[in-house]
């Protein structure tokens, strides 16, 4: 299944500068894997060094949280659009 990940403009610089990178897999974490196998320097961005996502790294699947679903197990649908949304914070 073809998957479209929309990177944001913080994390494009790790893919090449682009914005969106298609890639292939039945779940999110299948599709951020093959995200990694393609451009591996963005491995660090998005997961800690045990493998677990960044808690600052939030992950929608059709402008849905994924949270809200079955997280990174979440299954996908061809033509499915999963964004990366860096957490920002400030003072």
Known sequence: MNVKIRIPA??????????EVVVSGNTVQENLRNLIDKHGSIADKLFDS?????????????????????GVETVISDGDVISIIPAFSGG
Do not use: A, P
Request: hydrophobic content about 35%; cysteine-free.
């Open 10 to 19: 913080s994390l494009s610089g790790f893919v090449l500068g682009n914005r």
């Open 50 to 70: 045990s493998g677990k996502l960044r808690r600052f790294i939030n992950l929608y699947l059709n402008e849905r949280d994924i949270r809200e679903l079955d």
